[in-house]
């Protein structure tokens, strides 16, 4: 077989065998966070982020992107309600789930996310009685 067509050859098997192969690298549903730094102060706003509602303000989750393995949740609740904080992975895939209880006033939650794979966004919902908000929180 001449070196030409051996090359060909080749090429068309890495083609066929090849072709249909996808990258199985997991890439995060959620894209986009509001980036704060470690006092809270707001650097760059996201915003699809922490959207104040009637029954909770001033959302915000700081460091973001963190890297110390927990993260503060701050905000407010403008009347007293049972606050449940989940953290998904994506649409279905529930990380971290914390219940603080019955809450009013101005709250700061701290969340350890020791647990949670680095390299991926995750999505926070805060929510308060029949009402919720969320953000990103990015764990480079």
């Not at 650097?43 to 104040?52: F, G, M, R, T």
């Not at 309600?81 to 101005?106: C, F, M, N, Q």
């Amino acid at each position: 077989m001449k070196t030409g067509n051996f090359i060909t050859a080749i090429f068309f098997v890495l083609i066929v065998f090849c072709g249909g192969c996808k990258s199985t690298a997991a890439v995060s549903p959620y894209t986009g966070f509001t980036k704060t730094d470690a006092s809270g102060n707001i650097i760059s706003a996201d915003p699809n982020d922490w959207k104040n509602i009637p029954q909770i303000t001033g959302a915000l989750a700081y460091p973001n992107p963190t890297t110390s393995g927990s993260v503060m949740l701050k905000f407010n609740l403008t009347a007293s309600a049972y606050v449940d904080i989940k953290v998904y992975r994506d649409d279905s895939t529930l990380e971290l789930d914390y219940a603080p209880g019955v809450l009013a006033g101005s709250q700061t939650v701290l969340l350890d996310i020791s647990k949670l794979q680095t390299g991926w966004i995750y999505k926070c919902y805060i929510f308060a009685g029949n009402s919720s908000t969320y953000g990103n929180i990015s764990i480079p």
